[in-house]
């Protein structure tokens, strides 16, 4: 019986090659956009997964803004996990990672800097559960000046040797301390928000941060440290966070304790301090509905494409009927065509996948693959679609076995009333989906475009930040005097146009701010709950990077008050309530213990962290300290080739200067705009599963249309005859279309504009929805229509009357 059914079917799909095109490659785009997608979903929601992740929390920080508490820093105190642990005995264990963005060893004379390391307590191995290869779990991070390297990095280092016991000397801010190799450690997924190639015994703290010699004792005094705890596993984390809450620990009304679980950071934390760029919940969800709408998309032209073919099988039906055929064997007969079409289907699709997917990874930014693994964590997505499968086919096969064999011998069959609504319905959904993935496309694109074309006040075009660690014994003073020699012969160069020292930039991370509060102000009102981030800079940087003054200037080299200058922005004086600039220019302010720094200028607001992010109350120190060197390069200088030259001759000065050093640099407009990255390759995703949407429904209406066409042939003929013209052909064919895709855009305004407006509220500055864009969006749908129609409908049109009135 199944060979029967078999042969039958394909049969059939060899004879009807349009239909069975249309179908197959539909179903296939459907599936095979579906599958990419998911790989990106289930990549984004696998971060931190690892044996006992479930139990292992994030300690942050909540900060009193007005009445209520709001999520603050991602980081803490490190007497924050001790303490946790002492009072709360759901909490067993801890460890506080001290984070390095990079750092820079020397091995013999080799001079080199690691990315991604921390210091972090012995209890690491205990809550992260990574494979530690080589040392002794309890003892690799119990000593000072121990560091525990990973797989690939010490492999960079010493290659095949055994890396036990070596020593690699490391530097930070002029110290340097003499590692020991205690152990190995395999390489950290991709797929950790937090992120280690090496670690560095807490114990060593003393010689690897620069706040002075009792920094290293517990205090509530920096918050600097990422803190993670493990609860029992029996615990209620809502009542234990409750009651961290309620605690007041750190014994500070203006902030609190909270905590998170470790699998939710990369999709639900978009905190200040994050040790790494998060995903977003928003994205994911807004992917995971594309993906079953392209799916439910071509099971909609399966259904519409299978209904109106069934009128042409009518005869088929009634001549099985009339030979013994029964009720059930038709159904099965047409689910098993329905489930050969679709295996076929996903079949090609898991072609497409692979064939595409290289490129699909330059667009998401990921390393995404399909392997046997990666399909297992299909299988609830794979029953889906084979419930789709049976779903799609359900329909038709009930429908053309309903048939009477009598009707379906004369050619009597027509399609009811009951049927048009559905074929009506099925098309209005289609282009309802259409034209809502149309808007989203048109939102997403504005508002990416809004971001990158809003002035952000500041130029950063054409300047670099230049940085290298410097492995030196020689004391600061001279330091700074061998870097002011280096900005004096920068200087000569011909295409330097201008030279500053900055702590933090346009674009730079948050890393390089402090935030803190609590504030003197010149009325004697103290504001211990006004939260504002401050870094420190030298004078000539307000005019290198063009931040334009409200009111006084830089900071005075020759005042009573040198090194003890800030300059403040306009949100600082709304946030603290300062009316008038006069109120504050040329008056002191007190923070940090210190009540005597003088306001020298206000500046007009500039976006630091570009458009996603809210303005920020900012006090920018002088202080004479070294970080970045901005260098400000002329329009000599404006090529690639001029770039390269510019950067050879820049690092020659500075190997000169400092032989025995590190040199990096990077472009501010590059670093400013990479901010946006995550956002343009949503925007590109979004607009390639668009297409990929409405061609399944262009290839769906193209095929009704054919079926159309043939079925109102003789209407057709006849009309002509009658003196029809062909735009009134073309008029009567493409009338319905026109009406249903009408529908479909009055129902789909309301739900794009109120999803939409969901996804635009995660930008602090956001576009507008303006009319053209559901118009654009309309417009659009309906020539995608017209154009699919047209052409089979002007065939019909002029076709000659006398060959549609023959009779067979």
């Given at each position: ?50 044996e006992g992740s479930e139990n292992i929390y994030r300690v942050y920080m909540d900060y009193l803004e007005g009445e209520t508490f709001v999520p603050g820093d991602a980081q803490t105190y490190n007497l924050s996990g001790p303490t946790l642990k002492s009072e709360f005995p759901e909490v067993l264990d801890y460890v506080r990672f001290f984070y390095f963005e990079k750092m820079t060893f020397q091995l013999g004379e080799r001079i080199f800097e690691q990315p991604l390391g921390s210091l972090a307590d012995p209890s690491y191995f205990d809550i ?10 309890e003892k690799v991070l119990s000593q000072p000046y121990s560091i525990v390297l990973s797989k690939s990095f010490a492999q960079k280092l010493f290659g095949n040797e055994n890396p036990l016991q070596k020593t690699i000397s490391a530097f930070r801010d002029g110290k340097e301390a003499v590692l020991t190799v205690t152990g190995v450690m395999d390489d950290i997924p991709k797929n950790a928000h937090y992120r280690n190639t090496f670690l560095i015994s807490y114990e060593t703290e003393k010689t690897c941060t620069d706040w002075g010699p009792k ?236 971001l990158e074309s809003q002035p952000i006040g500041t130029d950063i075009n054409q300047v670099i930040a230049l940085k290298g660690e410097v492995v030196t014994t020689k004391p600061d003073s001279l330091l700074i005097n061998e870097y002011k020699v280096l900005e004096e012969e920068l200087k000569k160069l011909p295409f330097v146009e201008k030279i500053a020292i900055a702590q933090s930039y346009p674009g730079d991370s948050f890393d390089n701010l402090s935030s803190t509060r609590g504030i003197l102000l010149p009325n004697g009102i103290k504001e ?281």
């Open positions: 019986m199944l060979r029967s059914y078999l042969k039958i079917a394909l049969r059939y799909l060899s004879k009807n090659k349009l239909y069975s095109f249309i179908n197959i490659f539909g179903l296939a785009i459907g599936i095979a956009s579906f599958v990419l997608i998911m790989l990106y979903i289930n990549y984004e929601q696998s971060y931190d997964k690892f992260f559960n990574y494979p530690l290869l080589k040392g002794e779990k920094a290293h004792e517990l205090n509530w005094n920096a918050n600097n440290y990422y803190t993670f705890i493990k609860l029992d596993p029996n615990t209620n984390a809502d009542v234990l966070r409750q009651k961290i809450i309620e605690s007041d620990i750190e014994e500070d009304t203006e902030e609190q304790h909270n905590i998170e679980p470790i699998e939710d950071i990369h999709l639900y934390s978009n905190k200040p301090y994050e040790v790494s760029a998060n995903g977003s919940i928003t994205r994911v969800k807004f992917l995971m509905a594309i993906a079953f709408i392209i799916l439910i998309l071509s099971w909609l032209n399966y259904v519409n494409l299978s209904v109106t073919k069934s009128m042409e099988r009518a005869k088929e039906t009634g001549i099985r009927k009339v030979s013994g055929a029964q009720k059930s064997q038709l159904i099965i007969q047409s689910l098993f065509e329905s489930i050969l079409l679709n295996l076929i289907a996903i079949i090609l699709s898991l072609l497409l996948v692979v064939i595409v997917l290289p490129l699909y990874n330059g667009i998401t930014g990921k390393g995404l693959n399909l392997q046997l693994g990666s399909l297992s964590a299909f299988l609830p997505y794979f029953l889906f679609i084979l419930f789709g499968m049976v779903a799609a086919g359900l329909y038709p096969a009930l429908l053309l076995s309903s048939y009477s064999p009598i009707k379906a011998l004369k050619g009597k069959i027509q399609t009811s009333s009951q049927g048009l609504v559905i074929r009506k319905g099925l098309i209005v959904a289609q282009f309802l989906a259409t034209i809502v993935l149309l808007i989203g496309t048109i939102v997403v694109t504005k508002q990416i475009s809004f211990d709950d006004k939260l504002f981030y401050t870094y420190h800079v030298q004078p000539d940087y307000f005019d290198l990077v063009d931040i334009e003054f409200l009111a006084g200037g830089t900071f005075l080299p020759s005042s009573n008050f040198d090194g003890k200058q800030v300059v403040v922005n306009e949100t600082f004086l709304k946030n603290m309530g300062i009316s008038s600039c006069d109120e504050i220019l040329n008056k002191t302010v007190g923070f940090w213990g210190e009540n005597e720094w003088r306001v020298t200028g206000v500046i007009k607001d500039y976006y630091h962290f570009g458009l996603k992010s809210p303005l920020l109350p900012m006090v920018i120190r002088y202080e004479r300290d070294v970080n970045n060197i901005l260098i400000k390069l002329d329009a000599s200088a404006a090529s690639v080739t001029g770039f390269e030259s510019s950067i050879a001759q820049i690092k020659s000065e500075w190997t000169k200067i400092f032989p025995k050093s590190t040199f990096n640099y990077t472009f501010l407009d590059q670093k400013f705009e990479a901010q946006y990255q995550e956002d343009k390759s949503f925007g590109a995703a979004f607009q390639v599963f668009t297409l990929l949407a409405i061609l399944i429904a262009a290839m769906g209406l193209f095929g009704l249309t054919s079926y159309t066409v043939v079925q109102r042939k003789k209407e057709i003929g006849i009309r002509k005859v009658n003196g029809a013209t062909i735009p009134q052909v073309l008029t009567l064919l493409n009338k319905d279309f026109v009406k249903w895709i009408g529908v479909a855009f009055v129902i789909a305004v309301p739900i794009s504009w109120y999803v939409m407006s969901q996804w635009l509220e995660g930008f602090a500055y956001r576009t507008t929805f303006s009319w053209w864009v559901f118009a654009l969006a309309g417009i659009s749908a309906l020539l995608i229509a017209l154009l699919t129609v047209s052409w089979q409908s002007f065939n019909a049109a002029v076709a000659n009357p006398v060959e549609s009135l023959r009779d067979e």
